[in-house]
T-cell receptor
Framework: EPEVTQTPSHQVTQMGQEVILRCVPI?????FYWYRQILGQKVEFLVS????????KSEIFDDQFSVERPDGSNFTLKIRSTKLEDSAMYFC?????????????FGPGTRLTVL | AQSVTQLGSHVSVSEGALVLLRCNYS??????LFWYVQYPNQGLQLLLK??????LVKGINGFEAEFKKSETSFHLTKPSAHMSDAAEYFC?????????????FGQGTRLTINP
């Protein structure tokens, strides 16, 4: 069964460093998402992406964040200069369409620890 | 904006007992509602979803949920808990805006099964 994969499973970085979190969505899906979950808090929407453009982004997704689909299979989230408060579990998701009725398929997450 | 509230961050039941996980939503339009489960070290997996076709929705692993508009609720139940049901459960409502979908999650409920 097709699944969303994410690498790495755990990333430790120093404050101020750049990190890139990688995701491989399900191959025939067209919409891609990033969510994050700070320990003990809700899963929060960060950004949606379709047709090589951001469709919507939350207030969390500031200028330090960017997304890219560099090669038609990978979908990446870059944080330019990490802060302590960026420590969280980051989930990638994909769906075949952007309709509200659709299920989103989630990856296992990348745990980011900023020291 | 839509929102979801899950009552009880931790629920503990005995093996064989009824499982009841509570979810209330707030939405100005007929909602699409989802229950996801997260097993340790895995991604979010869809248990079931409400799309207005039927108020009682059956999902995987013996779970079901009933949509009650008058109570703005979508509680998740399972008649007899199994040890393998131990996981974190997330209720979510789907929003559509800016040409794409996003999920708005509750804070999650950790289910523990006692032998």
């Amino acid at each position: 069964e097709p699944e969303v994969t994410q690498t790495p499973s755990h990333q430790v970085t120093q404050m101020g460093q750049e990190v890139i979190l990688r995701c491989v969505p399900i191959s025939n899906h067209l919409y891609f998402y990033w969510y994050r979950q700070i320990l003990g808090q809700k899963v929060e929407f960060l950004v949606s992406f379709y047709n090589n453009e951001i469709s919507e982004k939350s207030e969390i997704f500031d200028d330090q964040f960017s997304v890219e689909r560099p090669d038609g299979s990978n979908f990446t989230l870059k944080i330019r200069s990490t802060k302590l408060e960026d420590s969280a579990m980051y989930f990638c998701a994909s769906s075949p369409s952007g309709l509200a009725i659709n299920e989103q398929f989630f990856g296992p997450g990348t745990r980011l620890t900023v020291l | 904006a839509q929102s979801v509230t899950q009552l009880g961050s931790h629920v503990s039941v005995s093996e064989g007992a009824l499982v009841l996980l509570r979810c209330n939503y707030s939405s100005s339009v007929p909602p699409y509602l989802f229950w996801y489960v997260q097993y340790p070290n895995q991604g979010l997996q869809l248990l079931l979803k409400y799309t207005s076709a039927a108020t009682l929705v059956k999902g995987i692993n013996g779970f079901e949920a009933e949509f009650k508009k008058s109570e703005t609720s979508f509680h998740l139940t399972k008649p007899s808990a199994h040890m393998s049901d131990a996981a974190e459960y997330f209720c979510a409502v789907s929003e559509w805006s800016e040409g794409a979908q996003k999920l708005v999650f509750g804070q999650g409920t950790r289910l523990t099964i006692n032998p």
